[in-house]
């Protein structure tokens, strides 16, 4: 018989993981505390580099359960969450999502789950590049200079073309701009 285990995480040191514990032990799961893993660290860190999810993924063995409370707890990443989840079942781990009613994600069910949820997450992903690309493509129309602004004045950047067509090293401009050697670069691929 496998063995139970939870994977508890908070994003920051002011939270806790306490209220995760306890929503596993209500939903009647037994879990010895040593097979209890928390973990401080954002969610957008992929899962497999956060040090105590790697830890526990290590332990793990076939017919083991990992019970998660949000699927967020993975991650907030839909395709990382799908490919640990894809992981553990391809090493014989099932991944209980106690927000999704409890649902075994390696399950045909939760494989669906999975499916729905990817494909949400794609979509919200495209409509953020259309409306980024959109916000882009008005502000260009409308004249406004895109990036961050030059630290270089267009004088300061006219002298530099200058100094660097009679010799002058990257290092000295940038010394006496106070500015990296890529700038004083930046400056010169802008005027090729």
């Known amino acids: 018989m496998g063995r139970t285990f939870a994977y508890c995480r908070v994003s920051t040191g002011d939270q806790t993981t306490d209220n995760q514990v306890r929503e596993v032990e209500a939903a009647g799961f037994s879990v010895d505390p040593k097979r209890i893993v928390t973990e401080t660290i954002s969610g957008s860190t992929a899962a497999m580099e956060r040090t105590e999810f790697a830890r526990l993924v290590d332990r793990l063995e076939a017919g083991d359960v990992l ?52 494909a949400v997450a794609e979509f919200e992903r495209d409509l953020l590049i259309e409306r980024t690309q959109s916000g882009l493509s008005r502000a260009k129309a409308a004249g406004k200079t895109l990036g961050r602004p030059s630290s270089l004045s267009p ?10 067509s009679k010799g002058t090293s990257l290092g000295a401009l940038a010394k006496r701009y106070g500015v990296s050697r890529a700038a004083i670069q930046r400056v010169e691929k802008r005027t090729l």
């Not at 894809?86 to 499916?115: I, W």
């Not at 004088?155 to 660097?164: C, L, Y």
């Open 67 to 118: 019970i998660v409370t949000k699927l967020d707890r993975l991650g907030r990443n839909a395709m990382d969450v799908r490919a640990t989840v894809e992981r553990l079942a391809a090493d014989g781990v099932r991944v209980h999502c106690l927000a999704l009613g409890g649902v075994d994600l390696t399950s045909a069910a939760g494989k669906m789950t999975m499916g729905v949820i990817a």
């Open 155 to 164: 004088d300061q950047q006219r002298t530099i073309v200058a100094e660097r």
